[in-house]
């Protein structure tokens, strides 16, 4: 259920295991790979969707991961939509900036630009949450709350991010109404992304009393380590 988390930052430091910025590199085979499934027309991002508590039964979409191999099959592909070459030393070169500038993640564009796009970190684009889960107010611009924080929990400990980055996300409603929301980027060490750990999303902006902080969890599977290359 939404956990409420007033005593979090008082306790963050004690249970929370520090990230250890990542020194290997990516392989060149996997960026090879990488590339040719991006001249395929294949390879991308991956989504993070689950049921949400407390119903457990709306599924909503939590985030998007960018592992070093989706963002090099993303650039690869976009390169070959506009006739350009892609090889390997662009793939070590090149920045985030290489996937695209626009359309609806364009904040997120913005926000990743200049990191490396074979940086040896998997990307947790987490999106703003819903708060009020049914049909007819999922996504409406006045439901929506913003991420606070991204932890990884495994064996009882909160890994945090490596690095973080916000974005803004407009959101506006039939009216006409706009509401600017918050989403967040969090780099983990791919090490940490392992089935039976625990992605942890913490959101701020309700409005209900005593829930100014509320978490959402879902665990990943073992679907999601075969699949999340």
């Known amino acids: ?131 009020v889960l049914n049909a007819t107010t999922m996504g409406d611009a006045a439901s929506m709350i913003s991420v606070k924080h991204v932890v990884i929990l495994s064996g009882g400990q909160a890994i945090q991010p490596v690095w973080i980055k916000p974005y803004q996300v407009v959101f506006q409603n039939a009216m006409g109404a706009k509401i600017e929301k918050e989403g967040l980027v969090a780099a983990f060490n791919p090490g940490d992304i392992v089935p039976g750990n625990q992605f942890v999303f913490i959101y701020v902006g309700s409005t209900a009393p005593g829930l100014d902080l509320t978490e959402q969890r879902r665990r990943i599977l073992k679907k999601d380590g075969e699949s999340w290359k």
């Open 1 to 131: 259920m939404l956990t409420q988390l007033v005593i979090w930052c008082l306790v963050a430091v004690s249970l929370s295991a520090q990230p250890q910025v990542a020194t290997s590199l990516v392989s060149d085979q996997l960026l090879n790979e990488a590339i040719t499934a991006g001249q395929a027309g294949e390879g991308g991002a991956y989504l993070i969707d689950g049921l949400a508590e407390p119903d457990n039964l709306t599924v909503v979409k939590f985030g998007i991961v960018y592992t070093p191999y989706a963002r090099v099959a993303t650039a690869s592909r976009e390169a070959k939509k506009m006739y350009r070459p892609f090889s390997l030393d662009d793939a070590k070169k090149q920045t985030f900036s290489a996937i695209g500038t626009g359309g609806a993640m364009a904040t997120v564009f913005e926000a990743l630009k200049d990191r490396p796009l074979a940086e040896p970190l998997t990307y947790i684009v987490a999106l703003p949450f819903s708060r």
